[in-house]
T-cell receptor
Framework: AQKITQTQPGMFVQEKEAVTLDCTYD???????LFWYKQPSSGEMIFLIY??????QNATEGRYSLNFQKARKSANLVISASQLGDSAMYFC????????????FGAGTILRVKS | ETGVTQSPTHLIKTRGQQVTLRCSSQ?????VSWYQQALGQGPQFIFQ???????GRGNFPPRFSGLQFPNYSSELNVNALELDDSALYLC???????????FGPGTRLLVL
């Protein structure tokens, strides 16, 4: 079974607007972590934000926030005030305690910011 | 920048050859994980090293092997290269179990 599902292959957003990238996950573990990474065309994976399964509040990091809905098993990334430099591939990933520090990634969503 | 470095940046090999990729972890990090990212896909976990010992392995054949050195830098070795080994190889370092992984710029391997 696919652990991480990103249903949006590609998204467009107008500069300065907000955008939500979807991520759903599947796990039987009670303790897990959810991550979002950004991958520009250069290839490097850039860590954006982390949400622990026991965290009661949604994580925020600057313009990034994670909309965590545990019952729905979703962890959507919200980018506010989009900038041209936000154009990249975005990956959602999960770490389950039972599998140590291994990250399982989704297929990614390409985001294009229009001026 | 994360402080994680990888070498070389690009590499071209022929089928059947062997290759060694290198990774230097971020200062203070003792755990290195390796991932393979085929074109158009998300990264796949190869294995992880913690304090010089293998600490978990993904669904990769034994011809993928690794090492971690006392300074926590790491090598990924791939023997008997196949065309499907063409990919971006990413190294990530972290401070230990449960810590966020920070990635290097990757090595692009092309097998002809």
């Amino acid at each position: 079974a696919q652990k991480i599902t990103q249903t949006q292959p590609g998204m467009f957003v107008q500069e300065k607007e907000a955008v939500t990238l979807d991520c759903t996950y599947d796990t039987s573990d009670q303790s897990y972590g959810l991550f979002w990474y950004k991958q520009p065309s250069s290839g490097e994976m850039i860590f954006l934000i982390y949400q622990g399964s026991y965290d009661e509040q949604n994580a925020t990091e600057g313009r990034y926030s994670l909309n965590f809905q545990k019952a729905r098993k979703s962890a959507n990334l919200v980018i506010s005030a989009s900038q041209l430099g936000d154009s990249a591939m975005y990956f959602c990933a999960m770490r389950e305690r039972q599998y140590g520090n291994k990250l399982v990634f989704g297929a990614g969503t390409i985001l294009r910011v229009k001026s | 920048e994360t402080g994680v470095t990888q070498s070389p940046t690009h590499l071209i090999k022929t089928r059947g050859q062997q290759v060694t990729l290198r990774c230097s972890s971020q200062s203070g990090h003792n755990t290195v994980s390796w991932y393979q990212q085929a074109l158009g896909q998300g990264p796949q976990f190869i294995f992880q090293y913690y304090r010089e010992e293998e600490n978990g392995r993904g669904n990769f054949p034994p011809r993928f092997s690794g090492l971690q050195f006392p300074n926590y830098s790491s090598e990924l070795n791939v023997n008997a290269l196949e065309l499907d080994d063409s990919a971006l190889y990413l190294c990530a370092s972290s401070g230990g179990d449960g810590e966020t992984q920070y990635f290097g710029p990757g090595t692009r391997l092309l097998v002809l």
